[in-house]
């Protein structure tokens, strides 16, 4: 009895001190269904996301966080939480699959996955406080024999730290596999300690090693960055090499025929989303990429709030052009359900006609012409051609706003500037505003997603305005809205 007893005592002290060292996340209460937009139940968040792709199987790897990276004295306390889908429409919850089983791990950090000759390898950072007392980011990594059952391997960190580059930022390290030699590879992202510009030390350490224990330091992959490029992404895809990688919060990318280099800035920085975080890329079926990324929360819960770590994910579907440029829009599958169409009752206000129940027109060459439609619901998907006729100066809508066009967020475009603002957020290098275009806008919760001609997209996290008005506005020119169709979205289950 006794045994009985200290046994029951041993079980309840190790669960106890799990409780302790990780959050508890549990997969069975969470949704299925689409995750475009989604949040984890139970005051939850998504962090960093490492999707990863075999087999006709898009494996959502994601950071779980649960106090915008402040557990464990604002070390982070993360771990690799999975959901995983064949169609991007259902999708299969797991369990932790990394998680932090040790007192000494603050954070299971932000890495990425490869399969090689039967096994699934996560390689990631694990953050921790050294005997100095000091943050250190060092490398660990664990195999698994399916992509959901981890073990760490020993020693654990494999890696410390490379000679030249900062300890205190050395993390997120991007692994691929050469074929060929059976090297391993991984692009770290730190700063380098005696750079000649002292603000442009960012840069991708580049290691290599075909046992796993032995690792050669290699010439960095990138340098010259004005902050530690966090996250890196890298990829081979019809001929063009892509590194993508952060600095100071967005993500950009560069291209090459070759390798490692030498990179070309391309036409644009398509998953430059200043709401769109730590923006990734795997393959799916038919040669298509899908980029899983993260909305921030917004500090207070208010428009004007900055970014605080955690939010919702969000999904892009992106496209190769012929010069290796990249676009982006949203996954047909991921699109939310409407319900049936509603035929809003649009008003010409200023410069204004009606053409015809769901087209405006739009003629304002001295000034700001107007009209509005109301009644719209909180949650809707809002779709239109917009149409302008040669030179004018900006277009665009009011979306959640009240009369007069008071509060709400404004979706702004101007021609001339090439520029698209949604709110207090901006994307640049946007062509053809001068053409015929497709909007393609969800508006869900505190959340408004903008797709721009199947091109551009552009997020905003917008809590505070609740108006059920929708504008319609030009500038210096003549503008049609066509083809307005409004529809609710399916509340979930």
Not at 340 to 360: C, F, G, M, R, Y
Request: aromatic share 12%; net charge neutral.
């Amino acid at each position: 009895m006794k045994r009985c007893l200290l046994l029951m005592l041993i079980v309840f002290a190790a669960n106890s001190l799990m409780a302790q060292l990780g959050v508890r996340y549990d997969p069975k209460i969470q949704s299925t269904k689409n995750l475009q937009y989604w949040r984890p139940k139970g005051d939850l968040f998504v962090g960093d996301c490492m999707p990863f792709s075999r087999n006709g199987t898009y494996s959502f790897y994601w950071l779980l966080d649960s106090a915008h990276h402040a557990s464990l004295k604002g070390l982070g306390g993360h771990q690799w939480a999975l959901s995983t889908t064949t169609d991007l429409k259902t999708w299969k919850q797991h369990p932790v699959v990394l998680g932090i089983d040790e007192e000494w791990e603050k954070s299971i950090c932000t890495g990425s996955i490869v399969y090689y000759k039967n096994k699934y390898y996560a390689f990631y950072a694990t953050r921790l406080v050294n005997k100095e007392g000091q943050v250190n980011e060092q490398l660990s990594y664990a195999i698994s024999p399916d992509g959901v059952n981890f073990d760490k391997q020993k020693p654990n960190p494999f890696y410390t730290s490379a000679p030249g580059y900062s300890k205190r930022d050395f993390r997120d390290p991007k692994v691929f596999v050469d074929e060929k030699t059976g090297e391993f590879h991984l692009f770290v992202s730190s700063w380098q300690e005696n750079s000649v510009l002292r603000h442009a030390g960012g840069a991708l350490v580049h290691l290599t090693s075909k046992d796993l224990k032995n690792w050669i330091v290699l010439d960095p992959v990138l340098t010259g960055q004005s902050s530690v490029p966090e996250c890196p992404d890298y990829f081979l895809w019809n001929g063009w090499y892509y590194l993508v990688y952060g600095d100071n919060g967005d993500t950009y990318y560069v291209k090459s025929k070759s390798p490692y280099g030498p990179w070309e800035e391309p036409r644009y920085q398509t998953i430059n989303e200043s709401w769109t975080n730590v923006v990734k890329t795997a393959e799916f079926k038919d040669n298509r990429r899908i980029a899983a990324a993260w909305i921030p929360s917004r500090d207070q819960n208010k428009d004007d709030g900055g970014e605080r770590f955690g939010g919702n994910a969000i999904f892009r579907e992106i496209i190769q052009e012929a010069d290796g440029t990249l676009s982006s829009k949203f996954p047909a599958e991921m699109i939310p359900e409407t319900g049936t169409e509603i035929q809003p009752d649009l008003v010409a206000d200023l410069h204004a006609s009606i053409v015809s129940k769901n087209s405006i027109s739009i003629k304002a060459p001295n000034g700001v012409g107007a009209a509005h439609a109301a009644a719209i619901p909180l949650n809707s998907r809002i779709t239109m051609e917009i149409e302008t006729a040669g030179s004018v100066d900006e277009y665009g809508l009011y979306l959640r706003s009240r009369e007069k066009a008071e509060a709400g967020y404004r979706l702004n475009f101007s021609p001339n500037n090439q520029t698209v603002s949604l709110g207090n957020t901006m994307i640049r290098a946007v062509s053809g505003l001068n053409k015929t275009i497709k909007l393609d806008i969800i508006v869900k919760d505190d959340i408004i997603d903008v797709s721009i001609d199947n091109k551009r997209c552009i997020v905003n996290r917008t809590p505070e305005q609740r108006g059920g008005f929708l504008w319609f506005y030009a500038k210096h020119g003549e503008v049609k809205f066509k083809s307005i169709k409004v529809s609710p979205l399916k509340e979930e289950n």
